[in-house]
């Protein structure tokens, strides 16, 4: 399949995909951040289930981690990126973790993760701990720039999350 990752395309840009508010992208460190939600919303509870929404870069990239909402310090969770057969190709190590900047935690793998452009992944969150803030007013899809270099995501509820995040709302 043309999704297969088989290590023998030139990576492109370096993008962190956050799932926090605004469109705008932000540089930390040496990666943009691509956000896909307009504003915050109400309080976020936690069930030990998990958030998860489907994306597609248009473009290689680089995926360094994703942004989770943090109100306190009180959270342990993980990360994972799936291919689109459901199956893990990345996850970070279960932590604990507090607020970041803003009320967002950037939550990274342990070393970034090249994704195809053209593909669906699905970017899955386990979060254990206090509500949160959540994102409001999802995009389908947006553009993020990374050096001066454009990257359009695009973003479509996934059936992974048992948790309430969609396309729409949630982390």
Not at 92 to 114: A, E, H, N, R, T
């Given at each position: 399949?043309?999704?297969?990752?088989?290590g023998s395309v030139?990576?492109?840009?370096?993008?962190?995909?956050?799932?926090?508010?605004?469109?705008?992208?932000?540089?930390?460190?040496?990666?943009?951040?691509?956000?896909?939600?307009?504003?915050?919303?109400?309080?976020?509870?936690?069930?030990?289930?998990?958030?998860?929404?489907?994306?597609?870069?248009?473009?290689?990239?680089?995926?360094?981690?994703?942004?989770?909402?943090?109100?306190?310090?009180?959270?342990?969770?993980?990360?994972?990126?799936?291919?689109?057969?459901?199956?893990?190709?990345?996850?970070?190590?279960?932590?604990?973790?507090?607020?970041?900047?803003?009320?967002?935690?950037?939550?990274?793998?342990?070393?970034?993760?090249?994704?195809?452009?053209?593909?669906?992944?699905?970017?899955?969150?386990?979060?254990?701990?206090?509500?949160?803030?959540?994102?409001?007013?999802?995009?389908?899809?947006?553009?993020?720039?990374?050096?001066?270099?454009?990257?359009?995501?695009?973003?479509?509820?996934?059936?992974?999350?048992?948790?309430?995040?969609?396309?729409?709302?949630?982390?």
């Amino acid at each position: 399949p043309a999704c297969v990752l088989d290590g023998s395309v030139q990576p492109g840009s370096s993008m962190s995909l956050s799932l926090e508010e605004n469109t705008t992208t932000t540089f930390s460190s040496s990666y943009a951040a691509a956000k896909r939600f307009s504003s915050k919303g109400g309080s976020w509870g936690y069930s030990q289930g998990v958030e998860a929404v489907k994306f597609m870069p248009d473009t290689d990239i680089y995926l360094y981690g994703f942004g989770l909402f943090a109100e306190t310090q009180s959270y342990t969770g993980h990360i994972k990126v799936c291919d689109e057969d459901s199956l893990s190709i990345a996850e970070s190590p279960k932590i604990s973790y507090g607020s970041g900047p803003g009320g967002i935690y950037d939550m990274l793998f342990d070393s970034p993760v090249f994704l195809k452009g053209g593909c669906w992944y699905t970017a899955c969150a386990t979060i254990t701990g206090s509500n949160s803030q959540s994102g409001s007013g999802g995009r389908t899809t947006i553009t993020a720039e990374d050096n001066g270099v454009p990257v359009q995501f695009q973003f479509k509820s996934s059936s992974m999350s048992s948790n309430g995040t969609d396309v729409n709302s949630g982390q």
